[in-house]
């Protein structure tokens, strides 16, 4: 049980919460979004978002990445699934797969809400019949989606997503 505790990091919180009788929580500090990308299951970009002027992030290099690396650990591990994060320095990359899309999210800072707000995006395009398809017809065709799917899910990527400002 100390073993667990230590590893928690919890026996500092209660011999805190014991000397001092209160706990002032940590504020929770929004990510700063770098690219939002939404891929097929081979690595071609299907929509690329950057939050950053002049971003030096390439949705084709970073698609073709994250295609090598979940085929490599799949057929390495003999498993199904994906690669949920990978961090490099101050970036994160998130990763979300739903058949047959990988979505993903490049930030800097925390994750666990960054995460959250990749599932969310994820599940209402998944729901919106009208993007999915547009989707799979860009696959289908090698082709980019229409504007119409471009504009919603910018639109919905500002909803779900902190602006930069």
């Keep these: 049980?100390?073993?667990?505790?230590?590893?928690?990091?919890?026996?500092?919180?209660?011999?805190?919460?014991?000397?001092?009788?209160?706990?002032?929580?940590?504020?929770?500090?929004?990510?700063?979004?770098?690219?939002?990308?939404?891929?097929?299951?081979?690595?071609?970009?299907?929509?690329?978002?950057?939050?950053?002027?002049?971003?030096?992030?390439?949705?084709?290099?970073?698609g073709g990445f994250l295609a090598a690396i979940i085929k490599f650990s799949q057929e390495t591990f003999s498993s199904e699934g994906s690669i949920e994060r990978i961090k490099h320095q101050e970036y994160t990359l998130l990763v979300k797969a739903k058949k047959p899309f990988l979505f993903s999210y490049v930030i800097k800072g925390q994750t666990y809400s960054a995460m959250q707000k990749l599932e969310a995006l994820t599940r209402i395009i998944g729901t919106s019949t009208s993007i999915w398809d547009d989707l799979k017809r860009a696959i289908k065709t090698s082709k980019t989606i229409s504007a119409g799917s471009k504009n919603m899910i910018d639109e919905l990527a500002k909803m779900v997503f902190p602006s930069k400002a």
Excluded: W
Aim: hydrophobic content about 45%.
């Design 1 to 62: 049980m100390k073993e667990r505790l230590e590893f928690a990091q919890l026996g500092g919180l209660v011999v805190k919460l014991i000397k001092n009788g209160n706990v002032v929580a940590t504020e929770i500090i929004n990510e700063e979004p770098i690219l939002l990308i939404i891929l097929s299951e081979n690595g071609t970009p299907l929509y690329t978002k950057n939050y950053v002027e002049g971003s030096q992030f390439d949705g084709v290099l970073i």
